[in-house]
């Protein structure tokens, strides 16, 4: 068996670094990635230096793993870093059925015999894509097992059923997102899956910074945006205590959208914050204080 | 489904709602703060070394109603505001009574106006329960509740003079508002103006007003005067049921000692001092002992004495067991353990035989026939149950503080009915599990006990010996966590868990240093972990979440925090760990 080394063209020309908008071969009917680029500008506001780290690590190349609770942006961070960097983005929510199929791609049958179909990876690393796994723990650590000729020094995928050795696209990036506070024995990142990234820690921003985010997301006022997070705030306290997670600012931001269409703050954060936080009564209870507390 | 686990008597639900609602608008910035219900027959509010007291009710806003639970939630606003704002305790030096009224009636007024700055809300909540008007008695009780609404309520109007000189006063811009001097000073100019009225005022019967309102002893350096005939005896004479972090007083510790129970002195106070038992010891072990001073391990410093499990002391059959854990959560393991054997159902791919098409193999088989190649013919696909793979040691803490009455139980009744209940969940889902549990009481016995083995069947003896579990001696978890770890060091399987269950830190008599036995714990987990186990804590009550955060970590611990709801909830955490 030949491997058929399949090099991509390599359009290193200069953009590597921070390319400040879109760019690569956005409009070409033939682009192959033409479904998975950005069109505009996907709104984030940094709270750190998370964007200039990302920049980054994607000039050298180097796999990210995006670390965080839910709903705390780190999705959006990628997209809107993909934009940034004119990469287009391929995003996989794993899950415990992935095969490693699902990922590299399988012969599809078609009129005349079989046609090879490759997989989100393959798409991604042949043509020059940023690949995001989303919950990568999610996925059983032997299919996870995959990734890892394509975040070495060797940038490679075999695809052993088609006999081809896929050397990844100068531009390609593999970058997975992963939550540390689930609990779990089953499900972990195995070592030699977890040492491969770099990793870059979201937390919820600070108050000041969240509301900003609570304001324009939604399209409320400052005022209301700055009470939304003062109950987000005060409920990642109860953390531990009644709650397994504090409302994130996804959540805060769904009460801001409800808000913003007319029903009353209290409604609006009484249906996108209590209610999904909590079952228990005693604790519905202390959140719909908290709630008129901050509102 | 956590709510429903155990019916909430006499409104103390409302109380651990109470208590989630401070540690939420603290946000830690006080550290811990318990809170707690006071006796019936107190009726305000008070801080004091051991946290902050509500009342049981508020039955001038009725019984039960909607606002006598919101008059709750403003009390603990209030309280919490005092605690969030309150900067240093005053003195009351020469003060008169009436002046002490007022001094206090204005630093209720500015931490409310600090907190309500931040939530605006809480002066919404809080000024709801103001009712106060201007056409009220003209006594001086009346005056301070009139007085006290117009210092929160700017829309009250009241043209008595004291008042609006008061509003002018507290509004003014450059009124300092970060410390309790400027209340003292207000308080005390305006004691002035309002003793030159000559109002009726008898210092031993006054109750603030309104009832959401504290008394004040945490704001003075010794308790007003009045204070002491309302809350005082009561406070002693009855033990206080406690929701916040610490779920019960152990008795004598209560009342206002003026000391923080400190750490419950644990070891010290063995319930049951331990029968010889030596009989029963079928062995011993030895392990080191990690000691962060010298940072040094201490070879074959603990003793490990393994202890055949305890007879059960009656007989009694599965109908028992049902009514000791309750029918509502048997039946709730039952679904929970069906739910986790669905989950285990997996898809085998390219099977022999199997009642679907694997298309990915079948393509693949077309695709060798084509090449003139021989085709595989596993092209199936089929359903089967996973096997979990997993061995399951339930250690829990028998340590005397599990003597600790939570409502009409001890905690480690609670435990024991969380253990048979795990148990019957393990044995629906077909686990291999062991449940052992262990005390202390020095480094040279440090006992075991086995409920169940590994191999044993989950048969009644042994649910029976779970339900009769005694509260003995201390807590040296490191050793009884390395002996744990060496019960599953021969075990093959995918997944080794030690899930330990305690209501604390460890401690033990001859370990003076509370800090020591905690590091030898974090010790024994980490080489646990290096080994390939798992380690997971769950912390009974809140008191114990910052002490299993340092020793297992934030990842491989968690609390239930009300514990009167762990039967129902140790199963599911297992559920959430293993899915």
Request: aromatic letters at 6%.
């Amino acid at each position: 068996l030949t491997p058929v080394v399949v090099a991509a063209p390599a359009s290193l020309a200069g953009d590597d670094g921070d390319g400040g908008g879109r760019s690569g071969g956005g409009t070409d009917a033939s682009d192959p990635l033409r479904p998975f680029r950005i069109g505009d500008e996907p709104y984030y506001r940094a709270a750190g230096d998370e964007v200039t780290l990302f920049a980054t690590a994607y000039a050298a190349r180097v796999p990210i793993m995006l670390k965080g609770p839910t709903g705390c942006g780190k999705t959006r961070l990628l997209e809107h870093m993909a934009w940034r960097l004119g990469r287009a983005l391929v995003t996989l929510a794993c899950h415990e059925d992935l095969t490693a199929s699902d990922l590299v791609g399988r012969y599809l049958l078609d009129a005349d015999g079989t046609r090879w179909q490759d997989g989100p990876l393959t798409l991604a690393a042949r043509h020059g894509a940023i690949c995001y796994l989303d919950e990568v723990v999610e996925a059983r650590q032997d299919t996870s097992v995959v990734i890892h000729p394509l975040t070495d020094a060797r940038r490679m995928l075999p695809l052993e059923k088609k006999g081809e050795l896929l050397t990844a696209h100068a531009d390609f990036l593999l970058v997975v997102s992963y939550n540390p506070g689930y609990q779990n024995v089953m499900k972990d990142l195995k070592p030699s899956t977890r040492q491969r990234f770099g990793a870059l820690e979201l937390g919820y921003p600070p108050a000041d910074v969240e509301a900003e985010i609570v304001a324009h997301e939604a399209a409320i006022d400052a005022a209301l945006a700055a009470r939304l997070v003062a109950l987000g705030v005060r409920t990642r306290a109860m953390k531990g205590h009644g709650l397994d997670e504090g409302a994130s600012t996804r959540m805060l931001i769904h009460a801001g959208r409800l808000a913003a269409r007319g029903i009353d703050r209290f409604t609006a954060a009484r249906v996108a914050v209590v209610s999904p936080l909590t079952d228990d009564p005693d604790v519905g209870e202390a959140l719909a204080a908290l709630l008129d507390a901050c509102l | 489904m956590e709510g429903a686990a155990v019916p909430a008597r006499g409104g103390d639900g409302g109380g651990r709602a109470a208590a989630l609602f401070v540690r939420a608008l603290l946000d830690g910035a006080r550290g811990e703060v318990p809170v707690l219900i006071a006796p019936a027959g107190v009726t305000r509010s008070y801080g004091d070394v051991l946290g902050l007291h509500l009342p049981a009710s508020f039955p001038m806003h009725g019984q039960g109603s909607a606002l006598a639970r919101r008059a709750r939630f403003a009390a603990a606003a209030h309280l919490a505001a005092h605690v969030r704002f309150g900067d240093q305790r005053l003195a009351r030096g020469a003060l008169r009574p009436i002046q002490i009224v007022l001094v206090s009636l204005f630093e209720d007024a500015r931490v409310e106006r600090l907190a309500a700055r931040e939530l605006p809300g809480l002066a919404r909540l809080w000024a709801e329960l103001h009712t106060a008007q201007p056409t009220d008695l003209a006594t001086f009780p009346a005056l301070c509740a009139r007085l006290s609404r117009a210092l929160l309520v700017p829309s009250y109007e009241d043209p008595h003079p004291i008042i609006r000189k008061a509003r002018t006063l507290f509004f003014h811009p450059h009124h300092p508002l970060g410390s309790a001097q400027g209340s003292r000073r207000l308080g005390s100019l305006l004691g002035n103006d309002v003793g030159q009225m000559r109002l009726a005022f008898n210092a031993k019967d006054y109750v603030v007003e309104p009832a959401y309102r504290d008394d004040h002893r945490l704001l003075w350096q010794e308790p007003p005067p009045k204070a002491d005939d309302e809350a005082a005896p009561l406070e002693q004479a009855d033990v206080e049921e406690r929701v916040g972090p610490r779920e019960t007083l152990a008795p004598g510790t209560t009342g206002a000692t003026g000391e923080r129970p400190a750490g419950r002195a644990r070891a010290a106070t063995p319930i049951s001092t331990a029968p010889d038992e030596t009989a029963r010891a079928r062995g011993s072990a030895t392990y080191p002992e990690w000691d962060y001073s010298i940072g040094v391990s201490r070879p074959h410093w603990c003793t490990v004495r393994d202890l055949a499990a305890d007879a059960p002391a009656a007989p009694g059959d599965d109908a028992d067991i049902a009514t000791f854990v309750g029918r509502g959560p048997l039946a709730r393991v039952t679904n929970l353990a069906r739910q986790l054997r669905a989950y285990d159902l997996v898809k085998h791919r390219r099977a022999r035989e199997g009642d679907v098409v694997d298309l990915d193999a079948a393509v693949g088989a077309l695709v060798d026939r084509r090449a003139g190649v021989a085709p595989d013919t596993r092209v199936y696909q089929r359903t089967a149950r996973r096997r979990r793979d997993l061995a399951v040691l339930l250690l829990l803490d028998l340590s005397a503080s599990t003597a600790d009455p939570v409502r009409e139980q001890r905690v480690i009744d609670l435990e024991s009915r969380a253990a048979v209940l795990l148990g019957e969940l393990l044995a629906g889902t077909g686990e291999l599990f062991a449940v052992h549990g262990f005390s202390s009481n020095g480094r040279h016995q440090v006992d075991y006990q086995r409920f169940k083995e590994l191999d044993a069947p989950w048969e009644t003896t042994t649910r029976r010996r779970l339900r009769d579990l005694s509260p003995r001696l201390s807590t040296r978890m490191g050793a009884a966590i390395r002996h744990a770890g060496r019960c599953l060091a021969g075990v093959h399987r995918r997944g080794r868990l030690i899930l330990l269950l305690t209501d604390g830190e460890p401690s033990d008599v001859d370990a003076p240093d509370p800090s020591y036995l905690p590091h030898d714990a974090r010790h024994a987990v980490a080489e646990q972990r290096r080994r390939g186990l798992h380690v997971f804590a769950v912390g009974l009550g809140s008191a114990a979440a910052a002490g299993v955060r340092r020793i297992f970590g934030e990842s491989s611990s968690c609390v239930v925090d009300r514990l009167s709801a762990l039967p129902d909830a140790l199963p599911r955490i297992y559920a959430r760990l293993v899915r």
